[in-house]
């Protein structure tokens, strides 16, 4: 069985709205925080954007499907901005990106990816 996204986005438009969403959602949490990168979540936006948007394929509902595709990101610092895509591809509500850098978050939304978050492995 063939995973897939509830939507895979092909408008180069829509793309770019996206990654602006991202940066925007990305500088919410990190000022909220009182801390974090800004800088990395900005300069992959359109990149991370493309990838989990346009062609990357996996369920949020089933984030185990052998099937799936994977995403590394070895810069991890820009966990503002993985979260925040994340949030947006639907592995968990939006409403819990304000834990993040938060002490004992709920989906250890910490400054570097954490496996327990929904959607890292």
């Not at 590394?72 to 939006?94: Q, V």
Request: aromatic share 8%; glycine share 10%.
């Amino acid at each position: 069985m063939e995973s897939s996204t509830s939507s895979v986005v092909t408008n180069i438009d829509e793309l770019r709205q996206i990654s602006k969403e991202l940066r925007k959602k990305s500088l919410e949490i990190i000022h909220r925080a009182g801390s974090g990168h800004p800088g990395g979540s900005l300069s992959a936006a359109d990149l991370v954007a493309a990838i989990f948007f346009g062609q990357m394929k996996f369920d949020p509902k089933n984030p185990k499907d052998p099937g799936r595709d994977r995403f590394i990101l070895s810069k991890g610092h820009c966990t503002g901005l993985l979260y925040s895509t994340l949030a947006k591809a639907g592995f968990f509500d939006s409403s819990k990106l304000s834990d993040y850098r938060q002490i004992n978050s709920e989906l250890f939304l910490s400054g570097h990816p954490h496996p327990k978050t929904p959607g890292v492995e």
